[in-house]
């Protein structure tokens, strides 16, 4: 078993930065891996940026050069988001499911709203 819990979401003008924060405990050994997802309203969920415990790393073409997902240590990932744009507002949830079952864990979310 695993959970998440993300922070560092807030409000920030076109342009600025937020780094967000997500942090697993529990039984490690379960994931190897942690991804953040965004879903604003009307818009279907969408898969921003993992990790993988070996150091591999996914965007999605519309962060691009604009977010960098890291990881701090074995328990934390962050998400270093730059040049935010307003189509960036969504609640962000980081993401793992369990290697050997069918379980996905999801944190409660961060909200991040991008004013023009």
């Known amino acids: 078993q695993v959970q998440l819990v993300e922070s560092g979401g807030g409000l920030v003008q076109a342009g600025g930065s937020l780094r967000l924060s997500c942090v697993a405990s529990?039984?490690?050994?379960?994931?190897?891996?942690i991804d953040w997802y965004r879903q604003a309203p009307g818009k279907q969920r969408e898969l921003v940026a993992g990790i993988t415990f070996g150091g591999s790393v996914n965007y999605a073409d519309s962060v691009k050069g604009r977010f960098t997902i890291s990881r701090d240590n074995k328990n934390t990932v962050n998400l270093q988001m730059n040049s935010l744009e307003p189509e960036d507002t969504a609640v962000y949830h980081c993401?793992?499911?369990?290697?050997?079952?069918?379980?996905?864990?999801w944190g409660l979310g961060t909200q991040v709203t991008v004013s023009s």
């Open positions: 529990g039984n490690m050994f379960d994931i190897n891996f």
């Open positions: 993401h793992s499911k369990a290697r050997f079952r069918e379980v996905n864990y």
